[in-house]
Structure formats: structure tokens, C-alpha cells
């Protein structure tokens, strides 16, 4: 089983709800890392995440808004979506240290599609 | 500019064959990071192995094993009489450095679709 859960497994949403996708993490590690995977490709850093800190945001679209609010959660909050966001979104977590050599645990992810 | 390259988009083997999947990584680091994870069709990315730029020793366990060899930029995965179960994409990543506050960014290649028959 993997240690880092995602929740929920599968989402459909309308162009004008608004949800949330859900990461947790009991392994102690303080980042954390938000990812989106289209199908047939390798996954597209979307944030990282450096104790609770938002240290990397790749250019994502404000409909996109992370949340880190403890060590161990960490939240996507998604409005306003266009059917082109219809992927896998995997949540990833690590160790922090002065070496960046520490693999990334990734969770099992949230199949979106938007209608 | 591509930084991890892995040619094979596809490969179907029997069950029992060994395989091999490539990868050539470019970085003008000279420490860096290099890995290997598997996707299943569940989705989840498993990690299976890091090798630092120092060390070049090959690597066993059970049956996969992994030769880096820097004078090629090349981490190559072998796995030996595949089973059905190890039908997956196969990831391999880069990691060249401080994204800043002891984070880090993964870059990686498009994968490998490995399809073992039974």
C-alpha cells in the first residue's frame, strides 16, 4: 500500500464547480509536491511544497490553488476547470536536507475529468 | 532542451525474457541525482532506485538490476525473466540540484510502456 493517500481515487466536475483534491502523508516529510499527468506522458511538476512553505509554483493557472495547511495535508483547490485539466494528479512527498538525493513517495493520484 | 531521454516508447516481450530500458540523461551538473520508478496502470509511481553521480557501481536486487555508466550519460534498467507483473511504464528522472528550501525538481523522460506476455 502506498504511504501517501490521495483522495478522492476519481473526480468529475462541471466547468463551474468547485472541489478539492486531497494528499496526506505519515512519513515525516516536509515536502511535498503537487503533479499532473496527461495521458501517455511523464508527470508536469505543478508546486513544491518546503515546510508548509510554497516554494515552487511552475506557471499554473490561478484556477489551480494549493494549500499546505499542516506538515502532513496538502490540498488542491480546483474552480473554474477547462477539459484540457482532465488528467492524473499525483501528490509526491520527500524528505528535506541539504542533499537532493531523496526519492520522491508518490501517492496512487485523482483521476479528474471535466465535463 | 530534452534532459532525459528514453528512446523506447514501447517494448512487448515474452514472459521469461530479460529487457532492457534505456535511458541517456544530459546535465552539466557534476553531482546529481538519477532514478528509476514504475507506473503501473493503477497509476501510482513506485520508486525502485537512485544512483548518485559518484557512483557508478552497478546495482542488483532480485531481478532487476541497473548499470549507470557516465562516460555514455547513461542508466540503463534490465530486467531479468520478466514476469506479467511487471507490465508498467517505466519512468526514468534527473535531479540536478537545489530547487530551493531543501526541495528539489524531478525531471523526467517520457517513459517506457513495457508489455510482458504471458
Known amino acids: 500500500d502506498t504511504e501517501v493517500t490521495q483522495t478522492p481515487k476519481h473526480l468529475v466536475m462541471g466547468m463551474t464547480n468547485k472541489k478539492s483534491l486531497k494528499c496526506e502523508q505519515h512519513?515525516?516529510?516536509?515536502?511535498m509536491y503537487w503533479y499532473k499527468q496527461k495521458a501517455k506522458k511523464p508527470p508536469e511538476l505543478m508546486f513544491v511544497y518546503s515546510y508548509e512553505k510554497l516554494s515552487i509554483n511552475e506557471s499554473v493557472p490561478s484556477r489551480f490553488s494549493p494549500e499546505c495547511p499542516n506538515s502532513s495535508l496538502l490540498n488542491l483547490h480546483l474552480h473554474a476547470l477547462q477539459p484540457e485539466d482532465s488528467a492524473l494528479y499525483l501528490c509526491?512527498?520527500?524528505?528535506?536536507?541539504?542533499?537532493?538525493?531523496?526519492?520522491?513517495?508518490f501517492g496512487d493520484g485523482t483521476r479528474l475529468s471535466i465535463l | 532542451a530534452q534532459k532525459v531521454t528514453q528512446a523506447q516508447t514501447e517494448i512487448s516481450v515474452v514472459e521469461k525474457e530479460d529487457v532492457t530500458l534505456d535511458c541517456v540523461y544530459e546535465t552539466r551538473d557534476t553531482t546529481y541525482y538519477l532514478f528509476w520508478y514504475k507506473q503501473p496502470p493503477s497509476g501510482e509511481l513506485v520508486f525502485l532506485i537512485r544512483?548518485?553521480?559518484?557512483?557508478?557501481q552497478n546495482e542488483i536486487s532480485g531481478r532487476y538490476s541497473w548499470n549507470f555508466q557516465k562516460s555514455t550519460s547513461s542508466f540503463n534498467f534490465t530486467i531479468t525473466a520478466s514476469q506479467v507483473v511487471d507490465s508498467a511504464v517505466y519512468f526514468c528522472?534527473?535531479?540536478?540540484?537545489?530547487?530551493?528550501?531543501?526541495?528539489?525538481?524531478?525531471?523526467f523522460g517520457k517513459g517506457t510502456k513495457l508489455s510482458v506476455i504471458p
Open positions: 544512483r548518485n553521480s559518484f557512483d557508478e
Open positions: 509526491a512527498s520527500s524528505q528535506v536536507g541539504t542533499a537532493f538525493n531523496q526519492p520522491q513517495h
Open positions: 528522472a534527473l535531479s540536478e540540484g537545489y530547487s530551493g528550501a531543501g526541495s528539489y525538481q524531478l525531471t
Open positions: 512519513m515525516g516529510h516536509r515536502a
